[in-house]
């Protein structure tokens, strides 16, 4: 018969002692309980044998302290245990150094049993009646969450849980007359024999199979199959567990690395996946050597920073990386990434170092790549650090970005105003010592060309970062999927974006939605990849431009099944490009604005200056009998003011056409046509029509009368023409204007490509000044067929009258 235990309660209140009595009764203890009131009574019972004591953490004044020096003063070893209401961490720990066994509130009775068995040790297993922990056990097995069976070696099934029922959807009488190769489909009759030997063999057999359900559905399960021997009979013990949750998560993870792989491979960016982990490692090791300030240490030991950049693990790269460093395959590119760096980026890759050694898990910067093939590519780098990885560096994605065009335009511009600077002071220097107010003019103008240098340096201080999301699209169900991204890009909450193709086709700009659908039925109908620029609206309802690609998936008979793409952001690349337009029309405003104030300037200062030096040489020759030396040198002194008079005037005439002035543009065209046959020898035909007494607007005058200038040089220095024709009309509302030579012709796109890289602004200024007066302007020309210009522009009405040419040239 079991032995009861015997339990002490050191509690002066009844009612804290009933709590823990009824808890240890729920618990199935079975023992003999005693109280004392005082810290008197307790010394007189502490001499009996008790298995346990439970005892306030304050009892009768004396604290837990107090109670188990008394405890050990009898000689009495039973495990103490603290139990009151409202304990605190420091009661707990106050009552464990004291040597209580364990201390524990009593808001929480439920704990008191599993805390005595622990307190008692091995003699916890006497409190659970063998018939109870049977029952128990049965309970268990029938509920347990996996699918438990038993069937002999024939395969019949002998025993199956509730939980096996449940997921097959039979009632156990059912299942135990079937053979478990009924359910499984995988399973044959004729393995039994084998697999009943790999049981003898190894004990136990773990497998993945499918169980057939009642109404056919086929159940993905993992199964685990043991050997029993009872009463000398041999049983096959299996539990089961669904497994098609976990079926359905891998498979869904494929997918969205598939997706990952698609969308990383297909990227119009340079993306790059780097491990950096052996870096931080270095980091770590400079770090424990002392080193704080990152910067200067790298500085100061170069040999670091290409030891980070050996340490650098590239994982993987798209193919716009390739394309952009033009190299063949991944592992060329692997293999010859040691020369993709230019030498004098060197300071560029130790400050991204730095930043990583400072934990920072992102970072900006520009430098020069060098390609597989030797070109030089300037490229903006981003590098984000990946979530979850900030600890280890050991997955870091890296972007670049080609902003070789970019540049190279910017520098354009900045050697036109330049060289535009350098001819103008070349002009003014000749005329330095002749007039020294011209002088003092000609310093406010570089003042002022200073200021709209810096001004326009302002302007092109700023660079956006492309931001890019992606989609994908369902022709099936006219459904959209975006990323948060694209949803984030039209000023939308993640997933606030509706994914129908109506909700898409509202936000694209009216005067935009024909190019937009043309594209969209050519991806969908011809399965062709597709790119274009366009505008769509935020939810606010501003535009922005944005740059679209798509690529159609197709199906075995070639129709599209999804359309996958990206979309970015491109409204500030199109506003600068747009910007940089404008400056170029207000830089040949302001050059002609020049030429008109240096041309009146030439002819009234400096030219009457020299015309009056003259008649005052003249004058001495008319007035007084000098000797014949000296006439001599005062005639070859007048000779030598006319011909001064004449360059200044040829020079003035050449900044301002005072023909415009005088009678107007198409008469001024028809002189410079006849002046220009007579000095080159080549037949210019001019007509006009419509033109006469038209009073037109002085800024469509010059630009053109500079338009029909730049191309008939054009067709005398270069074409080789022998006939030119040069025909002007009015034709209201416009002006059409079009020069057509015999000369030599010309590829239009390749000149414009090669007048880029040698620095010829030709073509391009002719068309900037077409823009600029509103019109535009068509080049028509091939290989030995001649050229043909034609400028259409707006007819714009002179404000105030055409005004009389004030000044009378010498």
Avoid at 206 to 227: C, D, K, N, Q, W
């Amino acid at each position: 018969m079991r032995e009861r235990l015997r339990i002490l309660f050191a509690h002066e209140d009844a009612a804290d002692a009933g709590l823990i009595v009824d808890a240890l009764m729920r618990c199935g203890c079975d023992a003999v309980y005693g109280r004392v009131h005082s810290v008197g009574s307790l010394d007189s019972v502490l001499r009996d044998a008790w298995d346990a004591i439970f005892c306030a953490p304050m009892f009768d004044g004396v604290h837990v302290s107090g109670l188990m020096r008394r405890v050990r003063t009898a000689r009495a070893y039973p495990p103490v245990i603290v139990a009151g209401w409202n304990l605190t961490p420091e009661d707990g720990v106050c009552a464990l150094r004291s040597g209580a066994a364990d201390c524990v509130g009593l808001e929480r009775p439920e704990r008191l049993g599993n805390v005595l068995m622990r307190a008692l040790g091995e003699r916890r297993s006497p409190y659970l009646p063998y018939e109870v922990y049977l029952k128990l056990l049965g309970m268990g097995l029938e509920h347990a969450p996996e699918g438990l069976y038993v069937h002999d070696l024939k395969g019949r099934l002998l025993h199956v849980n509730e939980t096996i029922c449940s997921m097959l959807g039979y009632s156990r009488a059912e299942l135990c007359r079937m053979r478990v190769f009924d359910v499984d489909t995988v399973f044959r009759p004729e393995d039994s024999l084998r697999v009943v030997e790999r049981l003898r063999r190894e004990g136990t057999l773990r497998f993945e199979t499918r169980y057939r359900a009642r109404g056919g559905r086929v159940i993905p399960v993992e199964s685990h199959l043991s050997l029993v021997s009872v009463d000398g009979c041999e049983y096959c013990l299996g539990s089961v567990r669904d497994v098609a949750d976990r079926k359905a998560v891998e498979s869904a993870l494929e997918n969205e690395e598939r997706r990952y792989r698609c969308l990383f491979d297909d990227s119009p960016i340079s993306l790059w996946e780097e491990d950096l982990s052996d870096c931080k490692r270095f980091f770590d090791e400079l770090g424990a050597a002392g080193v704080i300030d990152f910067r200067a240490h790298f500085a100061a030991h170069p040999e670091d920073v290409m030891e980070c950049a050996r340490r650098v693990k590239v994982l993987d790269v798209n193919r716009a990386t390739l394309a952009l460093l033009e190299a063949d395959s991944k592992e060329q590119l692997l293999v010859s990434l040691g020369g993709v760096l230019a030498p004098e980026s060197f300071a560029v890759l130790a400050e991204e170092f730095t930043a990583l050694a400072q934990g920072q898990t992102s970072y900006d910067t520009e430098l020069d790549h060098v390609t597989l093939k030797g070109r030089r590519r300037r490229v903006e780098i981003h590098f984000r650090v990946s979530p979850d990885h900030e600890q280890t560096l050991a997955r870091v994605v890296v972007s670049l970005i080609d902003v070789t065009e970019e540049r190279w335009m910017q520098r354009q511009l900045r050697d036109a105003r330049d060289e535009f600077e350098r001819r103008v002071i070349e002009r003014t220097a000749a005329l330095r010592e002749a007039n020294e107010q011209l002088l003092r003019e000609i310093a406010e103008r570089r003042r002022t060309e200073e200021s709209l240098r810096r001004s326009e340096a302002q302007l092109k201080e700023a660079q956006t970062i492309a931001l890019v999301g992606n989609w994908e699209y369902d022709p099936a169900s006219g459904m959209f999927t975006f990323s948060d991204e694209v949803s984030h890009l039209f000023g939308f909450p993640s997933g606030g974006l509706k994914p129908d193709i109506e909700t898409i086709r509202a936000m694209i700009h009216p005067e935009d939605k024909a190019l937009t659908q043309a594209s969209y039925h050519e991806a969908l109908e011809r399965g062709v990849s597709h790119e274009l620029e366009f505008r769509m609206r935020r939810r606010d309802g501003e535009y922005r431009s944005v740059h679209a690609r798509c690529k159609p998936r197709l199906d075995g008979q070639g129709c599209t099944v999804r359309v996958f793409g990206t979309v970015q952001d491109i409204s500030e690349s199109v506003r600068a490009r747009d910007q940089i337009r404008r400056l170029s029309q207000e830089l040949i405003r302001a050059q002609e604005k020049e030429r008109h104030r240096i041309s009146l300037d030439l002819h009234d200062n400096v030219a009457q200056t020299l015309l009056s030096l003259k008649i005052a040489s003249r004058t001495l020759l008319d007035d007084f009998e000098l000797p014949v030396e000296v006439r001599d040198r005062l005639n070859h002194f007048c000779a030598g003011l006319q011909h001064a008079v004449n360059l200044v005037r040829d020079l003035s005439y050449d900044l301002r056409p005072p023909l415009l002035d005088q009678f107007g543009l198409a008469r001024s065209l028809e002189l410079h046509c006849r002046e220009l046959q007579a000095k080159t020898g080549v037949c210019i035909d001019f007509a006009s029509a419509g033109m006469e007494n038209m009073l037109l607007d002085p800024e469509t005058e010059i630009n053109l009368y500079r338009l029909t200038q730049e191309a008939l040089r054009n067709a005398v220095n270069h074409a080789g023409a022998s006939h030119v024709a040069v025909r002007i009309v009015s034709s209201s509302p416009d002006i059409l204007l079009r020069i057509e030579d015999d000369g030599e012709g010309f590829d239009p796109q390749a000149r414009r490509a090669s007048a880029l890289k040698e620095r010829h602004m030709g073509l391009s200024s002719m068309e900037e000044r077409a823009r600029l007066i509103g019109g535009t302007l068509v080049v028509r020309s091939q290989p030995g067929m001649g050229t043909k210009i034609v400028a259409e522009v707006p007819f714009r009405e002179r404000q105030r009258g055409r005004q009389e040419a004030q000044h009378s040239h010498c």
